[in-house]
């Protein structure tokens, strides 16, 4: 599953949304990390392997998340 994250430009956010996937038991696979600046929001790319019991759920528990503006997954 990939996932894409709209982020704000604090330093700890790429930190805070890889706990959170790894505490729900997630395999990360590949992370592409830009972060925010003047011309726009910081965006992010992670790939994991999810449980199949949570995967329809972290996108609800990464949009939750503290400097995080949206997070998008693509289950394909």
Known sequence: MRIVLDTNPEPDVLVR???????RGCRIVAVDFHEADSH?????????RAPTRIGHRLETWLNGLVDVRAAHADRS
């Open 40 to 48: 726009g929001p910081g965006r992010f790319e992670v790939t994991v």
């Open 17 to 23: 949304v890889l706990t959170v996937l790894r505490r």
